[in-house]
């Protein structure tokens, strides 16, 4: 296995982002998925201080083109040199992150977008597509079914609790309410996420992320040229991309997730470990994902979780900031999540984001998570003083 | 010439619905490993070995996880959707059928029954014995 290559070959520190944006988020109403997208981008370029016809790699996925790089690259009226439209879920943008660093560390693209767009909420939900399998008869309902049975089997085996999944919610919207962005910014007590409608148990709807629209779009490029640009470069650290499973009845273990594997290898790339990050963004699709991933990458012990995120402990003023934006559960979840959260990682280390602004924060740690709890991507980015 | 022997007729997930069509439960062991394979494929997911054989699970299993579908009563009503971790090994989702949706409790033993899901022959569970042999 070779993940952590060193030297000349280390991928840390090669690529740098220079450009982010986002769409507006909620209902787009009469707004396609490629305008959506297209919004971010326009506002992406003008961050970075380039133009479309700079863009030269293209990093695209959704879930309605199943040729997403191709449609882009029409769309904008332009001819890649390099193209990467992998499908892993909502993780896949942190795994672009490792493809546009490789892309750009070898040449074989020198301006690297990576974006994404969807009309989820008015234009109607889209599951990724999927071949019937041995489960489809018992009827599971997915996304929510997997994590439902994932939650169900940590609360046996750890003792974690309703109110314990509540407060990643409650945590997530105070966030939100400090993100003039964010699309839920109501008070919300646990009280409120415990008497929600029930879903599908252990789930009530507050445990679940939002449906809505949305695009985001990142402009990378190699970082002996990222000092170029209009805004303090962002570098990318680590990442480490990783898979148990596809279906959820073939996950090894529902307390244990591939970001166990891919984290590490993320923070031995960039040669930190958990107790340097200074803000952690996760892809919180319902409350247990949150939960699952900061025992994975090590910020407390396996099944230790729930206490972790008591006491409002990752809500504003608590001792480690998670999901800053307000996370899929609260600021904006338009069926793949993983670009919006690199984007606050980015933004929080530029130090552009307002009241939520955590002081000083040099060294941010992120973690996608696709398909059915299947895929994990973990990045580390740090400011300038980090490399 | 590739050696075709083991690629005859219909594929494995096809063969493990006929015998469910009649009366039968079986799952797959690969003749490499000698571990347990569900679902059923053409390479064994343990050891990469492609000789599986097909062999009758002794039914038994213990809950692994569950979860209530919550669905309007118009609609069918609340329903259950468990992992049942087979004694052989390997986990399958299911339903137990003869518990209320939200009393189905992990570890609970569970034995395997084909019954019929919208018409078509599934393996679910009962968490009461039904007579020596299971399904």
Not at chain 1, 142 to 169: C, D, F, K
């Amino acid at each position: 296995m070779v993940k952590i290559l060193k030297g000349e070959q280390s991928l840390r520190g090669a690529a740098a982002v220079v450009g982010v944006g986002l769409s507006r988020f909620g209902d787009l109403s009469g707004n396609s998925h490629m305008e959506i997208m297209g919004e971010a981008v326009h506002h992406a370029l003008a961050d970075a201080g380039l133009t479309i016809r700079d863009v030269d790699g293209i990093f695209a996925t959704n879930f309605v083109d199943q040729l997403a790089p191709l449609a882009v690259a029409e769309y904008f009226g332009i001819k890649p040199d390099f193209m990467d439209g992998s499908n892993l879920g909502g993780s896949v943008f942190v795994n672009s992150l490792l493809s546009a660093s490789m892309a750009l560390k070898y040449g074989l693209c020198n301006v690297a977008l990576i974006c994404y767009g969807s009309n989820n909420r008015s234009g109607g939900f889209v599951a990724p597509a999927q071949a019937k399998t041995v489960e489809s008869i018992y009827k599971p309902r997915y996304p929510i079914q997997a994590y439902a049975l994932a939650a169900a089997r940590h609360m046996y085996q750890y003792g974690t609790t309703p109110e314990q999944l509540a407060e990643v919610a409650v945590a997530a919207r105070k966030w939100a309410r400090l993100n003039p962005a964010a699309e839920m910014r109501d008070p919300l007590s646990i009280a409120d996420v415990l008497n929600a409608r029930r879903v599908l148990d252990p789930f009530g709807v507050r445990d679940c992320c939002l449906v809505s629209d949305g695009g985001a779009a990142m402009i990378l490029v190699r970082a002996d040229r990222a000092k170029d640009f209009p805004k303090a470069p962002v570098y990318m650290l680590g990442v480490s991309s990783r898979t148990t499973h596809n279906i959820i009845s073939s996950m090894p273990d529902l307390t244990v997730t591939a970001a166990a594997q891919s984290a590490p290898e993320a923070f031995a790339m960039a040669g930190v470990k958990p107790s340097d990050i200074d803000v952690v963004e996760l892809y919180d699709a319902f409350t247990i994902n949150t939960i699952l991933f900061l025992e994975d990458m090590g910020f407390c012990q396996k099944g230790e979780g729930g206490a972790f995120v008591a006491n409002g402990n990752i809500a504003p003023g608590g001792k480690l900031p998670v999901n800053t934006n307000g996370g899929g559960l609260s600021c904006v979840h338009p069926g793949m999540y993983g670009l919006f959260l690199m984007i606050e990682a980015v933004q929080q280390l530029r130090g552009e984001c307002g009241a939520r602004q955590i002081k000083d924060a040099k060294l941010a740690a992120c973690n996608g998570n696709g398909g059915y709890l299947s895929s994990q991507v973990t990045a580390v980015f740090g400011t300038a003083a980090t490399l | 010439m590739n050696d075709t022997s083991l690629f005859e007729g219909p594929g494995p997930v096809q063969r493990y619905q006929d015998a469910l069509t009649q009366g039968l439960f079986l799952i797959q062991q690969c003749k490499g490993c000698g571990k347990h394979v569900f679902y059923p494929r053409v390479m064994c997911p343990h050891c990469g070995a492609s000789e599986l054989k097909w062999v009758e699970p002794t039914g038994r299993g213990v809950v692994y996880s569950t979860s209530v579908v919550r669905q309007k009563p118009e609609k069918g009503g609340d329903y259950n959707v468990a992992l049942i971790e087979l004694d052989e090994g390997p986990r399958m989702m299911s339903r137990v059928m003869d518990v209320d949706p939200d009393k189905v409790k992990i570890g609970m033993k569970v034995s395997a029954h084909i019954g019929l899901l919208d018409g078509q022959h599934a393996v679910v569970f009962y968490n009461k014995e039904q007579g020596s042999k299971e399904w």
